[in-house]
């Protein structure tokens, strides 16, 4: 659920398009918009604190067969948390290693290049203050 989270809309819906053509499902609830409290720790392992709050969107959905899915994202974009739902309920069914390959395995590679990326570039920018010379 968490690359499926980060998944672009329009892969969800490629994805979905090829392996489930005329899918139809029912919606339990929204895809609505909320916000959510975001946790942090001081140091990573220090006491908990509030940091602030982020805009989740959510959705659950019922597929004809009564399979339900349930998904929630960052930010606003309802549609994409509604098919990321419809992937939670099709992963439960006999769908999962069609959409494992198809969807999720590319997705996931992508989302770790892609983060590898970002902490490359993060660490051209480093600073080691470990040989500064105490002034005094």
Do not use: K, Y
Request: aromatic share 4%; net charge positive.
């Amino acid at each position: 659920m968490s690359v499926l989270a980060r998944t672009p809309p329009a892969a969800l819906e490629a994805a979905l398009a090829a392996l489930a053509p005329g899918l139809a499902w029912t919606r339990l609830r929204g895809p609505e918009i909320g916000m959510a409290m975001v946790r942090g720790r001081m140091g990573g392992d220090g006491a908990a604190f509030n940091l602030g709050e982020m805009t989740l969107a959510r959705a659950s959905i019922r597929l004809a067969d009564g399979t339900v899915g349930h998904a929630f994202r960052a930010g606003r974009d309802r549609r994409a948390a509604e098919l990321a739902a419809v992937c939670d309920a099709l992963l439960q069914g006999g769908q999962q290693a069609a959409l494992q390959q198809a969807l999720i395995a590319p997705q996931r590679a992508a989302q770790a290049a892609a983060r590898a990326d970002t902490a490359a570039r993060a660490a051209a920018t480093r600073v080691d203050f470990f040989g500064m010379v105490r002034m005094g």
